[in-house]
């Protein structure tokens, strides 16, 4: 049973409870650098490499895929066509560049495996032994694949995931439409519930979505950057932020410390 104010906690997953925000990364970087190299003439200021610092965290990190497709060119002036959802990963489309990224996403998960962050997993056991609701918000469409591949999926409540976005018309980051309906479908209130981001469109959908406490996780150089979209919390790692913080600044809001 809950006994203590905080009902609910949302979790991102890549980045936050598995290490799969280097391999979206390592997917985008093959992906948007051979499509750039194939159509750019060599020396072209918009065939620069892409980096994680300058390209991937403002344009990509935690948005849906082909919305990230499109922030990224449109950084590099170039405007493609929508295309189609079966697109090819060698048309040049919005949705062929994604479906590429995808692909190479699968091929490296199947190479390399997924790396778990044991601290995640230790804190999300301990708020469900509190009696606090757990569930996952994602972005990707891969979100289930990765939880069922990692064995990680029955540790939550709901996942609301790139799918579910496509189902039920929701919003991309940072508008917190998937960090609402998994608080809808735990049956908690986000004024009384927790989220935890690594991204910074994540971190400005959880404070727009209003929730009681937003925890940036910072496992890069992206520390103040999250601060500055409005995080409560910023720690490098979730084993710097334990239970008991986390209870005591839900009692003082709850007026009860």
Same mark, same amino acid.
């Given at each position: ?13 890549? %980045?936050?409870?598995? $290490? ?16 750039? %190299? ?35 060119? &449109? ?19 919005? /949705? ?9 996403? /699968? ?15 230790? =804190?999300?056991?301990?708020? /469900? ?23 990680? =999926? ?11 976005? +496509?189902?039920? $018309? ?17 049956? +908690?209130?986000? &004024?009384?519930?927790?989220?935890? &981001? ?27 950057? =999250? /601060? ?18 986390? &209870?005591?600044y839900f009692r003082k809001l709850s007026g009860t410390d």
């Open positions: 049973m809950n006994t203590w104010w905080c009902e609910g906690a949302i979790f991102d997953l890549d %980045g936050v409870i598995t $290490g799969t925000a280097r391999t979206h990364f390592t997917a985008w970087k093959e992906t948007f650098e051979d499509f750039l %190299g194939n159509r750019l003439d060599a020396g072209d200021e918009a065939s620069r490499p892409f980096t994680h610092d300058e390209d991937y965290v403002p344009y990509v990190d935690g948005k849906p895929r082909y919305d990230g497709v499109r922030s990224f060119l &449109e950084s590099r002036g170039i405007s493609l066509p929508e295309g189609s959802d079966d697109d090819g990963p060698d048309a040049e489309t919005v /949705r062929g560049v994604g479906n590429a990224k995808n692909i190479a996403f /699968r091929r490296i998960v199947e190479r390399d495996g997924v790396e778990i962050y044991d601290s995640t997993v230790k =804190l999300v056991e301990e708020l /469900r032994d509190r009696g606090v609701q757990v569930g996952v918000a994602s972005s990707s469409k891969n979100a289930r694949f990765i939880l069922e591949t990692t064995g990680l =999926l029955d540790l939550f409540g709901t996942v609301v995931d790139g799918v579910t976005s +496509v189902e039920l $018309g929701l919003k991309g980051k940072p508008a917190p439409d998937i960090f609402l309906t998994a608080a809808e479908r735990l049956s +908690v209130h986000p &004024e009384r519930s927790l989220m935890v &981001e690594d991204a910074f469109s994540g971190v400005e959908a959880g404070v727009n979505g209003n929730f009681a406490l937003v925890i940036g996780v910072a496992r890069g150089s992206n520390h103040e950057g =999250l /601060r500055e979209r409005g995080a409560h919390v910023v720690v490098p790692d979730l084993a710097e932020y334990s239970i008991v913080e986390i &209870e005591s």
